[in-house]
């Protein structure tokens, strides 16, 4: 999960908000379930995932509604199938108003100081992305905070493309072609590295950034860390 960059305030860390199913997640089913999440050095989160054949097969349907179950649980933004321990391609992910809107003020804040924040943080609603495939639209990038389902408690500052296009199916077979910026942005390219083995840590160039959000005394809401700390 990318723990994509959030500056928490204290609203931000109480109850995840409400999720949102969109038509694009059909993932109503009674059997929903909260996943046991995967921890950096279990081997599911150091391969390449496989592409998913049948978008509308029994596992995909049950995989796809227990991942937007247990995203909701941890008040992440989003959420990769290999970090519940599934290696397949598939990714859901959401940006609440509120995070937008905290992102988009402490981006604003910190550019007062120094330059390469993200300032664009749109809401997005609860998206699943089948087989994702992603384009940078350029070479500029941007750094950002993030945190990991996957690895608890820790944020790092991460060097991400600024502006992209994806596309991937949907659950109900059509098409999700899309560009985003900013934290939309960050957060696909989070996820959409957990498909291929990679972790957060591993696109950091500068370490000393790395480290535990309660000793680092951030402002920042890393992208997937817990919220529910009460
Ligand atoms: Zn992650």
Redesign the pocket.
Known sequence: ???EAFYHTHTAMGRAEEVKIESNANIKDPHMAILKIARMGHPVLARAADPVESLQSREIRRLVADMVDTLDDTGGV???AP?VHVPKRVVVFHVPENRARAIAAAEAARNGEDEGGETEAEAVPMTVLINPAIEPLDEETALGV??????PGMIGMVPRYKRIRYRADSPDGSVIEREASGFHARVVQ??C??LDGI??PMRMDDLTTFGYSEEMGRDELP??ERMRRD
């Open positions: 999960m990318i723990g989003g959420l990769a970090q993030e945190g990991c389902l996957s690895l989070h996820e590295d957990h972790l957060y992208l997937g």
